[in-house]
């Protein structure tokens, strides 16, 4: 009998710990840095961007000490999984597939994707026919790049992808590829920007909207309460529309 007491209260003291732990521990969030205008590494070298934003939102709402740093996108699950940082807030859409190897929060945004393409090209629209014959670039392991190779290269479109959103677009401007397929809100703000006198919106891909949550490792259920949580705290008081204002001029939660 002592001795299951003392197990009882032995397990009661390490969970209060692991509790308290949760609580004060600061949390390290990974963010990919080149993704504008949801993250990018601004001339200063500062981390700047959507994401950030609202990681830095969800950390005061949660009064935790944050460290954001930069990660290939390539890696990025596998460093959260390798405990190189706690959470990934890099607008990752949430899908069957990234959820067997790691969790997520609630959304923070919905997006749909879309394809974009030059002023002076003759590609008119997002199906298969409209790009028979044409080469169509996206960002590699994104849901982007998923639909691309499922639906377009299996019927015969060839598809190039890149490691950054940053090189895929470069190469549309530089008429390298014909077409572009990414999240509609990072393309809508390159038009606006770089990309506003060579290219143009041909529309949205029916089908493929998502949303994006906050990736954590499996098991991290004190964690990912504490955010879901926050999320709800800052789209309930403002913050969240005050930031969202700041990059689009449409909701998107």
Not at 33 to 51: C, E, W
Not at 154 to 165: M, R, S
Request: proline share 3%; net charge negative.
């Amino acid at each position: 009998m002592k001795t299951l007491l003392a197990s009882t209260v032995l397990a009661s003291i390490a969970a209060f710990a692991s509790v308290a732990h949760a609580q004060v521990s600061e949390i390290r969030i990974a963010t990919e840095g080149a993704y504008p205008p949801f993250n990018f590494i601004d001339a200063d070298g500062s981390m700047k961007g959507f994401d950030v934003d609202i990681a830095n939102a969800l950390c005061e709402e949660m009064k935790a000490k944050c460290t954001i740093v930069a990660q290939d996108w390539d890696g990025i699950i596998p460093g959260l999984m390798a405990n190189k940082y706690d959470a990934i807030i890099a607008s990752m859409s949430i899908t069957k597939e990234r959820k067997q190897q790691i969790d997520f929060t609630n959304k923070y945004y919905t997006t749909p994707l879309a394809v974009i393409a030059p002023k002076d090209g003759d590609v008119d629209g997002v199906s298969v026919e409209n790009l028979e014959g044409k080469v169509v670039g996206a960002q590699a392991s994104t849901t982007q790049a998923n639909y691309a190779t499922d639906v377009y290269e299996k019927a015969g479109i060839e598809v190039k992808l890149y490691p950054t959103q940053e090189e895929a677009a470069a190469d549309l401007q530089n008429g390298r590829i014909d077409a572009l397929i990414s999240d509609k809100f990072v393309v809508a703000d390159w038009l606006n920007n770089d990309g506003k006198d060579c290219c143009k919106m041909i529309g949205d891909v029916p089908g493929t909207e998502t949303e994006a949550g906050i990736g954590i490792r499996k098991g991290e259920e004190a964690l990912k309460e504490r955010f879901n949580k926050a999320i709800d705290a800052i789209v309930a008081d403002g913050t969240y529309g005050k930031i969202v204002a700041k990059y689009f001029p449409f909701d998107i939660y």
